[in-house]
Structures are given as structure tokens and as C-alpha cells.
């Protein structure tokens, strides 16, 4: 078992916490860096088959020099903490005796760069959580056939080198569908990388749409992002207020049925990307005894959270993009290194105007209704444990669920149906428990803050 | 370690094992996107016993979904280690994939 002690942990490589760890450096402190992925720079500036790491991801690397890194490594387990003795956060001076160090139980899969590969445990005066977001699915009949993958997951994939031109002329058939900007940018990369995106179906209506970008006056560079999308698109069809209904297929995704302006549509597909925006990454976070507001982590003014010495930057405490995470990851990177209020008053600034695109954004692309009812009660909504959404129906929280029919009990310990329920059924999602991802027996026995909270079943 | 992990033989053909049998493969490329793609390449549907990369519990096929390491449909057995998520690992050469058959991982 490794023991490796810092200053400031970041968790997180995406843009975010890369700005933490250049924030931290800039101070001086002594910043390590936790990912989970084998290379820096989270979804967003996801490194590429075919052309490596990102450029931006490189240029802030280059900026957090001197940090330490750890890929290929996710932290599972963390010590809970209590909540700050009074009001929010801490603040400046430190009291004399330093407080105990965080710490962080990591497993570091073979081959991850920084050569712990197994278990370690990470001590840290002060924690950047910088987790990032999921895409969020919902369940629709045929949702579970391979061929139905994320938008941000197809994006993923074709980032791994998956080629979609296919043996025909036209390439393989794409239906781009769910919800958010996201639709378009993954649109616009399939039609670049050869595929034939047989329409972008939108659920938020085109009216919400435009009034977004008419909102957009103050933020001209996203204005322009948004126009050079639909540039890139090439008379694709993009339908507002439509969304998929069902897909079939025998074994495989064939055919996709849409709603759009109240009439049925069906598509001819190889493949569905849908997902229906993204969902604040937290577990780590509600490990620690962090509170959440909303979907994200609670947060103050400098980022801390509602436990000391414990800071959250970009997509974990909400959904803002690149450029509110960067912000934030630059102020959390300071606070957590001790910045003075001097330093940090222009980096609070540049996060409350991101927040405010951010809950623009938030407003435009509201999810509809109908959305809730398109599962019906055979159709899986836990993934992993093949658990239908009819079996579910008659219990009152995801809690009484899982204990009865197994729904979130899985390898993906509710990522995908908890975010998924708290939608259809309107259940809070409930509290992750250790370990966060699968990990051997040795790390677990070797874990200090693993001892099992409730008997292993 | 500022550099991408990228190692020489990026993008040259190598052979990986898949359910017993070899087949060629890009060294580096995704392995959940590999797996899709063969898929996608394939003009009849996967039946359980082929499955993209596992079996359900209850015997449907099933395929990568979230690309980032969230949704575990992806989960294989690597090189004897049972539910490894194939979207966090790359094709190199001589690795032995398995798909996951209905009822978990190969013993």
C-alpha cells in the first residue's frame, strides 16, 4: 500500500480541476492531481486516437507544471467528514494546530501513469473535487439494445478511434437525439467523420431555443460557437419539441420512432445518441458528508463546500460548460492553496458571470414532461440488474426499491437508473456508498476509511 | 509525464484474442470502440452467445452506452480479470478479451 501526501488533491483532470492544479502551482503549493482516465483532460478535451492530447488540455498541462499526476486511477473510498464547526467553508487565518489531513483511498488500474498501480492512499491538507458530469439517460422502450449509445458516449467512442463511414457510400446511419448544445457539436463531428445523421432531434422547443441565443447578447463568442455549428452541420435536419419514442430491432438497433411537433416519424438507424443533458458527477463529494444543492454540490462563494478544507469546481456543482468550469477550477485551485482575498476577488467575479450563461442554458433546454412517461412498465430502467420500471412502481423511494427488486444494486451502483428514477418517478438519489467503483478485496482490506459501514450483504 | 502516454507501435496492427478466436486490431485504439465498430461491421445481429460486449442477466445483448466509464456496459474479462470497463482500456497486442456471458464473468 503507497501513502502519498500533498497540499491540495485535485480530483478530476478535465478542465476544471487542470485549472485547479495550475491555480494551486501559481501559489505554490503542492498539488496532485487524481484521474481516473489515461490521459489528462476530461470529456470535454478527451484525448484522440488519432490525434492524441488535446491541445488545450496540453496548454494547461503546461500551465500546472510542477503538479503531479495520477491516471488511470479512481478514488473509491474517502474518510467521512463532518460538516464545518460554524457557518460555511473555512476561512483565512489556519488555525494554529493544523486540522487532520484528508484522506483518499485510490486504485490505480496497471498501466495508469504515475506508477502507483494498486492501492494507495492519498493525504491531503485540502481536497478539489473536480468530478465532472454524466450524461443523463432515460429509459425508452428499446433503450437497452446495442446501437443506442450517449451523445456524449458516441462522441467518446468515435474520440477512441470508433470510424463510422462504414462500407456503404452515405456512411452509418445516426439519429442524434435527447437535449443541450451538446446535440449539435456531435452532429456536426459525425458529418465530419463520414457518417449520414439522418436528423438531430431536440425535445426543448425551437421558441426556447432562439430565446437562448437572443439572451446571448453580452456573450458574443458563444453566440458565434453556435452559429458556426449549424454551419458545420450541412443540412442536417434539426427538429425542435422531438424526441425518440422507441426503438427496435432484432438483437441490434434497426429503426428509431420520433415524436416531433405531435406527429410520428421512424427512422431507418445503425445507431441512436441520446442523452438528455448531463448530471453533476458528486459521489465522491456526499462520501465525504459534502451537501448538495440542486444536483451538484453545495458550494460558497471561494467553492468550499459544507465540509472544511473540501472545494468544488465545474460540472460538480452544476452544469455551466468549459468555460464557468475553467473559472471555477482557477478559483478553487486558489482557495485551497490559501490565495488571499486580493487574488481571489477577480476570480469570484469571472464565476458568478459564468453562472449566470449557465442558468440561461439550464432554462432553455428544461427537460418536458413527456419525457417521464415514455418507459413503460416492462421496460428496464436498472440496466444491470435487468429490473423493469413496472416493478419498481409501487415503492416510494429508490432506497425500498433496491432493497426489494435489486434496481441500482449493480456494477454501476445507480449511476445510470438513479439519475434515470429521480426523472420518472421523482425519487431522490440515494447517498453512494464505498466502495464508488468495482475494486479488488486487497484494496479494500488495505483501505483506512474502509471499514464496511453496514454488514456486506 | 506531460506528454501523451502514446507508445511507437500507435495505429499498427496487432492481434488481440476475442472469445478464443485472434483478430486484428489498431494498438490503441478504444477497446469499447473496437468491439462497437466489429459490431457495427457486421451485418447480422449480435446473438447472445456473440454479444457486443456482455450478456444481461436476463440474456439480452449488450452494448457500450456511456463511452466514459459510468454506465459499466462495456465490462469484459481482460486478461483474466473479470468486469474491466473495455472503454478505459486500448488495444494492444496478445491481450485476451473476453464478453461477459448472461449469469457474470467467466470463471
Not at chain 2, 462497437?36 to 447472445?48: G, H, M
Not at chain 2, 436476463?58 to 463511452?67: D, I, K, Q
Request: hydrophobic letters at 45%; proline letters at 7%.
Amino acid at each position: 500500500m503507497r501513502e502519498l501526501t500533498c497540499d491540495v488533491a485535485i480530483v478530476g483532470a478535465g478542465p476544471a480541476g487542470l485549472a485547479a492544479a495550475a491555480a494551486a502551482r501559481a501559489q505554490g503549493a503542492d498539488a496532485l492531481v487524481i484521474d481516473e482516465h489515461p490521459e489528462a483532460g476530461g470529456q470535454i478535451w478527451r484525448a484522440s486516437y488519432a490525434r492524441g492530447l488535446h491541445e488545450q488540455a496540453r496548454k494547461w498541462l503546461e500551465r500546472a507544471r510542477g503538479a503531479r499526476f495520477l491516471h488511470g486511477a479512481a478514488v473509491y473510498d474517502a474518510a467521512p467528514q463532518g460538516p464545518a464547526p460554524q457557518g460555511h467553508g473555512e476561512r483565512a487565518p489556519r488555525p494554529a494546530a493544523p486540522p487532520a489531513p484528508h484522506a483518499l483511498s485510490v486504485w490505480q488500474r496497471a498501466g495508469g501513469a504515475g506508477e502507483v498501480a494498486g492501492a494507495a492512499t492519498v493525504h491531503a491538507s485540502r481536497v478539489v473535487l473536480a468530478l465532472g458530469a454524466t450524461e443523463r439517460f432515460l429509459p425508452f422502450p428499446g433503450w437497452t439494445l446495442p446501437g443506442v449509445v450517449g451523445v456524449g458516449g458516441l462522441q467518446a467512442l468515435m474520440k477512441g478511434g470508433l470510424a463510422l463511414r462504414g462500407a456503404r457510400a452515405e456512411g452509418r446511419r445516426v439519429l442524434v437525439a435527447g437535449s443541450g448544445p451538446l446535440l449539435l457539436a456531435v452532429a456536426a463531428a459525425l458529418v465530419e467523420a463520414g457518417a449520414h445523421v439522418v436528423a438531430v432531434a431536440e425535445q426543448a422547443p425551437r421558441s426556447a431555443v432562439l430565446r437562448l441565443g437572443l439572451g446571448l447578447v453580452a456573450w458574443p463568442a458563444k453566440l458565434a460557437q453556435g452559429a458556426a455549428l449549424t454551419a458545420r452541420l450541412r443540412g442536417v435536419p434539426v427538429l425542435h419539441d422531438a424526441w425518440v419514442t422507441r426503438v427496435e430491432g432484432a438483437g441490434r438497433l434497426t429503426r428509431a420512432y420520433v415524436s416531433h411537433a405531435g406527429r410520428a416519424r421512424a427512422f431507418d438507424v445503425d445507431l441512436v445518441a441520446c442523452g438528455f443533458g448531463l448530471v453533476p458527477t458528486t459521489q465522491l463529494g456526499e462520501l465525504i458528508g459534502c451537501a448538495r444543492a440542486g444536483e451538484g454540490l453545495a458550494v460558497d462563494e471561494d467553492l468550499a463546500t459544507s465540509v472544511p478544507r473540501v472545494y468544488a469546481a465545474g460540472e460538480t456543482t452544476g452544469i455551466g460548460g468549459v468555460d464557468a468550469a475553467l473559472a471555477e477550477g482557477a478559483l478553487a485551485g486558489l482557495a485551497a492553496a490559501g490565495a488571499d482575498a486580493r487574488v481571489l476577488a477577480p476570480a469570484r467575479a469571472r464565476v458568478a458571470r459564468q453562472r449566470r450563461f449557465a442558468a440561461k442554458l439550464a432554462r432553455a433546454y428544461a427537460l418536458r414532461p413527456e419525457l417521464r412517461a415514455l418507459a413503460s412498465d416492462d421496460t428496464l430502467i436498472c440496466r444491470c440488474e435487468d429490473v423493469a420500471l413496472g416493478a419498481v412502481r409501487g415503492f416510494t423511494d429508490a432506497r425500498s426499491a433496491k432493497l426489494a427488486t435489486r434496481c441500482g444494486m449493480g456494477a454501476c451502483q445507480a449511476r445510470v437508473c438513479g439519475a434515470a428514477l429521480e426523472c420518472v418517478l421523482g425519487w431522490p438519489r440515494e447517498a453512494p456508498r464505498p466502495p464508488l467503483f468495482p475494486v479488488p478485496f486487497a484494496a479494500l482490506a488495505a483501505s483506512p476509511s474502509g471499514t464496511p459501514r453496514e454488514p456486506v450483504a | 509525464m506531460l506528454e501523451p502516454s502514446r507508445s511507437s507501435s500507435h495505429g499498427a496492427t496487432v492481434r488481440v484474442t476475442l472469445d478464443g478466436a485472434l483478430v486484428e486490431a489498431r494498438a490503441g485504439m478504444n477497446l469499447a470502440a473496437w468491439l462497437l465498430e466489429r459490431a457495427l461491421a457486421t451485418s447480422s445481429a449480435p446473438r447472445p452467445a456473440e454479444p457486443v460486449t456482455r450478456v444481461s442477466v436476463c440474456g439480452e445483448p449488450r452494448a457500450p452506452l456511456c463511452g466514459m466509464g459510468t454506465c459499466f456496459e462495456c465490462r469484459v474479462t481482460l486478461d483474466g480479470q473479470p468486469h474491466v470497463r473495455a472503454c478505459m482500456e486500448r488495444c494492444r497486442e496478445g491481450m485476451d478479451v473476453r464478453t461477459t456471458p448472461q449469469g457474470g464473468a467467466h470463471a
